[in-house]
């Protein structure tokens, strides 16, 4: 099942038209990266979905319901952290949580208990502080809480990852990749490499069109690279392009180094980004 589908969908900003007719699927309990350059229509595609923006043309649905701009009936399957959240700086985490319960009209002991279990999630069970005072990464992980609170079907998260050094984009990523079970991941990023490590699916937007999308490993199979693995039987690995392998194999053979595989590898995410964008 599709947890979100987008059918034929445009919008033109004056003369510059933004989104040329994308058609996306994403399947339920994936983790699907939503690619493309600054300017691509990401943010324009995510605001659609949710309902804030009104299309020119084309139909979205989540969870089978049709978004109806205005009309936020189908965002109480979307949970959705946004590239900088805000807050109320003069709560502790806890609080906060709470309180996003409380105006939902959650009973206390059911607040409290789902409260413990997002801050546990999220590694700020034991932070005492004032969101205030919380570091950009201690910021994104309570939006994601926030953003899973109501166990949507739909977790929405733009660039969650973009402002953060490595420990915190690790942080991030473990949460999104520890939560595919109980709903449906789709983030934008315009960093690759976070990408490749946790999505199981993937679309590229350029220029305002799907230029690719799928299965990542079935995308990265269909492009071979021209670069292959040797592994040798000591443990050992080199590198090699193909216009160099049949000269290497007859080089090791000569200096008489064992070789257990040769694999082909398989294209990067970057190397399929760049094709799409230099075409």
Not at 121 to 136: A, M, N, W
Not at 238 to 250: N, R, S
Request: glycine share 8%.
């Amino acid at each position: 099942m599709n947890i979100l589908e987008i059918k034929d969908l445009h919008k033109r900003f004056g003369s510059k038209e933004v989104l040329r007719g994308i058609h996306l699927e994403v399947p339920e309990h994936s983790i699907f990266g939503f690619i493309g350059a600054n300017g691509a229509g990401k943010t324009t595609t995510m605001k659609a979905v949710l309902g804030l923006l009104q299309a020119d043309k084309g139909d979205i649905f989540v969870n089978g319901e049709k978004v109806v701009c205005g009309q936020t009936k189908t965002n109480r399957h979307i949970g959705y952290l946004p590239d900088v959240p805000a807050f109320y700086d003069f709560m502790t985490a806890k609080e906060y949580l709470d309180f996003c319960g409380k105006i939902g009209g959650t009973d206390r002991e059911t607040r409290r208990n789902r409260t413990e279990e997002l801050l546990t999630l999220v590694g700020l069970s034991e932070e005492k502080h004032r969101i205030k005072g919380f570091s950009r990464g201690q910021k994104q992980r309570l939006g994601i809480a926030q953003a899973l609170y109501n166990r949507p079907k739909l977790l929405i998260c733009d660039e969650p990852t973009s402002a953060l050094d490595p420990a915190g984009r690790k942080e991030i990523l473990d949460i999104l990749q520890s939560v595919c079970s109980e709903t449906t991941v789709l983030f934008s990023t315009h960093i690759l490499s976070d990408v490749e490590r946790i999505c199981t699916d993937v679309a590229l937007l350029h220029q305002g069109e799907i230029a690719m999308s799928g299965k990542l490993h079935e995308l990265q199979q269909k492009k071979a690279a021209d670069t292959f693995r040797i592994q040798f039987s000591d443990g050992g690995e080199l590198q090699v392009k193909e216009a160099e392998l049949a000269g290497t194999i007859a080089a090791l053979a000569e200096a008489n180094r064992p070789i257990q595989t040769i694999q082909r590898q398989e294209a990067s995410l970057e190397d399929l980004f760049l094709e799409v964008i230099q075409c």
